[in-house]
């Protein structure tokens, strides 16, 4: 029994221990990409929400820790129901029904430093970082332009078009997710964040994110 016990010892410290000749490199180097769904909203009220897409390149400083610079474009649009103000000669009003669209751009170059947990295929993931932000301005217009009856012409302002102010600011950004590796090089990442902009009066200022990233080192 002590023979059998003594084997089973060596056997799985056989295992334990890595073989030199099989180490895989120490690959540093990051790159990756993502696409995501955001909800945009400025200091007043909701602007939208869109698809995403940006491109990650990093450094590992060690298997847990890494610093990841990201670039990338999040578009966002809402439609709301409005209505119209239409007026003829004889200055009796009708109410037009249509529907305004909002929307917009925004880009985002980000640093960050991501950290995972344990060692396994499977590992959950957080990071912390900031940035710059530069939004084109939201533009808010009909999509189609409101019916106006014979004898009636819309009042001055309703149902038009117009660009909001362009923005930009520094980005505070945060989220978490999990990193999946599928193969030896290659993880894919389901992630959230959310992200507050300093952009004064205008523009997008804070930034839900859900999404998926595809890693390769």
């Known amino acids: 029994m002590k023979n059998i016990a003594v084997v089973a010892v060596a056997v799985v410290t056989l295992c334990l221990v890595p073989r030199a000749g099989s180490a895989q490199p120490n690959r540093r180097l990051l790159a990756g ?8 909203t400025d200091d007043e009220s909701f602007l939208g ?23 990338g474009r999040t578009r966002h649009r809402r439609d709301l129901g409005l209505f119209a ?11 037009l029904p249509y529907t305004q669209r909002w929307e917009g751009t925004a880009t985002f170059v980000v640093a960050s430093v991501a950290h995972a947990f344990g060692s396994g295929s499977v ?4 990071w912390g970082g900031g940035g710059f932000m530069r939004h084109g301005g939201t533009v808010r217009g009909p999509v189609v332009a409101p019916q106006v009856p014979a004898g009636f012409s819309l009042q001055p302002g309703d149902a038009e078009t117009r660009r909001d102010g ?11 997710g999990v990193d999946v ?9 389901p992630f959230a964040g959310l992200r507050l902009t300093n952009t004064d ?13 595809v890693g390769f080192q």
């Open 123 to 126: 590992r959950p993931v957080v």
């Open 166 to 176: 362009k923005s930009h600011g520094m980005v505070a950004d945060g989220g978490f």
């Open 85 to 95: 103000v239409a007026r003829d000669a004889q200055g009796r009003l009708d109410a």
């Open 201 to 213: 009066n205008v523009g997008p200022k804070y930034v839900v994110r859900t999404g998926i990233r």
């Open 49 to 71: 929400s869109g698809l995403g897409a940006a491109g990650t390149v990093g450094w590992r400083f060690t298997d847990a820790t890494s610093l990841e610079v990201e670039a």
């Open 181 to 189: 590796r599928v193969a030896p090089r290659i993880t894919l990442r």
């Open 33 to 40: 990409g993502s696409i995501e769904y955001a909800r945009i």
